[in-house]
């Protein structure tokens, strides 16, 4: 009995320790204006341990991938993989295709990517060889990357236009590629806020409309680049600034309208490679699905399996890979699927599955959008209902070894015992995970501060990891 009340002094004087520090930083100069959330809850009895303004609402920022890849998880299983698929229509005559090259995606996000150790030139070349082995050295149909559903004009309202343009903006659609992103190497001038030159972009489509407004910023600032686009437009706008110095300074960009882009690409390469096309249209009204009866099948591309490619989404924040996710989960239930449907049609199934999430509220499965909004306590619920699954466990970064969350805990405290998934908006920081115990013990746990003053993520974000390297001392 005196051992009992031992411990249970020693975890009452833990948990004081934790929520005084908490409501020190929330009454702090920096942060008073703001919002300091924390839970931590029993994954086995779902019991809320420790809750400072878990109830809550803030901006999970890349956080909310968690949500949208246990979701997919369960709704598709471990072994999901997407298709793309290479058909041919009519018929193969004298070494011509009388009829039309198709590609048919599902929107795997993936497709190209060089992730996979399958780019975007690997798959050409390999289309390219299927199509030599049907003796085809002629296309007098169309090329027609089908990508003329919902998908196309589905962009979440609230993503804001400077995010859009850029690689972490890039908007999915049912057919991507390369994570439907590109690079532009610029070339400093030769003093501050002298213009600067655009060495190259790779991938390229000559029918972008570029404007660069990009100048020489001062050495060592980094890329302050801003990209502007329209996911349907061929207009970009570049402006910011690269570091004096620089000779070929890559900067990351979205490719607008991606299955037009690619469309132009293979087109390319298969008139290198010596297959004429003939008659190829760009009028997207003539490329309709019920235009294609009885397609031939001559290659499919499989995309890795659903548990590697949450752990590349969870590890590397890949917005791309969670907005797919979020569409992929309820694609089947839901035929006119869209960012505002699945996001209830998410809301709906966890509180199906016993899970209160009251105040919930997404836009979208990245965690991109500002108005994104969740309660510590609604994401520790989630992540109690997920705590017996291995995959789900092990595609969450370990704190100081991995992912976005590597460079935390330098001294090795933790002892790989935090698996920590990060958030980072403007004004706002996340952690989100697994705490390890003894005897397969599992606590979860959200932390975030909300809405703080700029100039100050630095404190927020040793603040926050300082709380998460005392929470291994639950187990002692």
């Given amino acids: ?128 060889a299927a199509i030599k082995e049907l003796n085809i050295s002629k296309i007098k149909g169309n090329v027609i990357v089908n990508d003329s559903d919902f998908f196309k004009y589905d962009i979440p309202d609230s993503w804001i236009w400077g995010d859009m343009g850029n690689y972490y903006g890039a908007v999915h659609q049912k057919f991507n590629i390369n994570e439907n992103q590109f690079t532009v190497y610029f070339k400093s001038g030769l003093h501050e806020n002298d213009p600067v030159e655009i060495n190259s972009l790779s991938p390229f489509d000559p029918s972008w409309k570029i404007t660069n407004l990009v100048k020489t910023g001062p050495p060592k600032s980094g890329d302050q680049v801003y990209i502007y686009s329209s996911p349907l437009s061929n207009d ?39 297959i004429s096309c003939e008659n190829i249209s760009t009028n997207p009204s ?82 991109l959008a500002m108005s994104d909004l969740i309660t510590a306590e609604n994401m520790t619920s989630i992540l109690n209902k997920m705590s017996d699954s291995e995959v789900f466990f092990k595609s969450i970064p370990v704190l100081g070894q991995d992912g976005t969350v590597r460079n935390l805990d330098k001294q090795k405290i933790s002892k790989g015992r935090i698996r920590a998934k990060s958030g980072t908006i403007e004004g706002s920081r996340t952690y989100a995970g697994f705490i390890s115990g003894k005897n397969d013990k599992k606590w979860a746990y959200m932390i975030g501060v909300n809405r703080f003053e700029k100039g100050f993520e630095k404190s927020v974000s040793t603040f926050m990891e300082n709380i998460l390297l005392k929470l291994i001392d639950l187990d002692q």
């Fill in 236 to 274: 970009i706008l570049m402006k910011g600034t690269i570091p004096l110095g620089s000779s070929n300074f890559g900067v990351k960009g979205s490719i607008p309208m991606p299955a037009k882009f690619f469309k132009s690409y293979l087109i390319n390469a298969l008139n290198i490679s010596g």
């Fill in 1 to 128: 009995m005196k051992i009992l009340s031992l411990i249970l002094l020693q975890f009452l004087g833990f948990k004081e320790n934790i929520l005084k520090q908490l409501s020190d930083f929330q009454m702090s100069k920096e942060i008073k204006s703001g919002t300091v959330v924390f839970n931590l809850s029993d994954c086995q009895t779902g019991e809320n341990i420790i809750s400072f303004n878990s109830n809550k609402l803030i901006n999970p920022a890349s956080t909310l991938k968690l949500v949208t890849t246990a979701t997919v998880l369960n709704q598709l299983g471990s072994d999901f993989r997407f298709t793309t698929d290479l058909y041919y229509t009519g018929v193969i005559e004298n070494n011509e295709l009388i009829g039309d090259l198709l590609i048919q995606p599902s929107g795997d996000p993936s497709f190209g990517s060089i992730r996979t150790g399958n780019d975007m030139d690997n798959i050409v070349s390999d289309m390219i």
């Fill in 286 to 367: 003539q490329e309709k699905d019920n235009d294609f009866q009885n397609p031939t099948l001559i290659r499919r591309y499989l995309s890795s399996p659903l548990s590697e490619m949450i752990a590349q989404c969870n590890y590397n924040s890949i917005n791309i890979y969670a907005d797919s996710f979020l569409k992929a989960a309820f694609g089947k239930s839901n035929q006119y699927s869209n960012f505002d449907l699945n996001g209830s049609f998410l809301k709906k199934y966890w509180e199906n599955s016993g899970v209160n999430l009251d105040g919930f509220q997404i836009k979208d499965g990245s965690g």
